[in-house]
């Protein structure tokens, strides 16, 4: 019979930094099983895999970020009615039973708290939380929202809420605060002028922003097709 990761866990008694990730793999990929397609496993082990090529460039703890990188979407909070504790205190209850030392705990639901491109929104977040490895962290989850991930990251979302591709008569809004933001339900075109566009500028790392130039590029030549499709050019 197959086990749970949480009978793993018992299997156990002194784990070292390896046996931690494995375990904490096993847990993300049964926790997110079924998850909507943009915010998946994949999407994790896209942002693990960011996450550590950044790394290489930065001084950073790299165990710290490869459980923040593994845990930063355990449960999105859009995904749980706007909750924004659930996800901090699922990955907290996890690495407990991990006996991971509190300290370490603790830095790792900081960056889950303050990972998210809506937590930059708020005016008083970047004075809340700051590390190496949150902005590493942060770099390779905005990474993963734009090029042509990101696009299929977005429609796939919008799809999954219903919402229109594009409307002509609804304008982006890029001055939103975080609550507006977390309550918006425009085009998914639109989301593109409210978040993607605007991550290329929000890189903390050298790497990051290599990478972000080539993907936003990208996403500029899409939105120059979809606009000629639309309107019916050649």
């Not at 970020?65 to 999105?76: N, S, Y």
């Amino acid at each position: 019979m197959k086990t749970s990761f949480y009978q793993e866990v018992f299997l156990f008694c002194i784990m070292d930094k390896k046996e931690i990730i494995s375990l904490t793999i096993s847990f993300v990929k049964e926790t997110l099983d079924g998850a909507e397609g943009g915010h998946d496993w994949f999407h994790i082990e896209r942002v693990y895999n960011n996450a550590k090529l950044i790394a290489k460039g930065e001084s950073v703890d790299l165990f710290i970020v490869e459980l923040g990188a593994l845990l930063h979407d355990i449960a999105d909070a859009k995904f749980h009615n706007g909750d924004e504790t659930i996800g901090p205190k699922k990955a907290a209850s996890f690495l407990k039973s991990l006996n991971i030392e509190e300290e370490l705990i603790n830095h790792i639901v900081n960056i889950i708290h303050h990972v998210s491109f809506k937590t930059s929104l708020d005016p008083n977040s970047a004075n809340k939380f700051q590390s190496n490895e949150l902005s590493v962290i942060q770099d390779a989850d905005r990474l993963d929202a734009i090029g042509a991930i990101g696009i299929a990251r977005a429609f796939n979302y919008g799809g999954f809420k219903n919402r229109s591709l594009y409307d002509p008569l609804i304008a982006p809004n890029i001055d939103q605060d975080k609550e507006t933001y977390k309550n918006s339900t425009a085009p998914t075109i639109n989301h593109f002028y409210e978040k993607l566009l605007l991550l290329k500028d929000k890189m903390n790392t050298i790497t990051g922003r290599k990478i972000a130039e080539k993907r936003h590029r990208f996403m500029e030549q899409y939105l120059e097709q979809f606009y000629d499709e639309w309107n019916g050019k050649a």
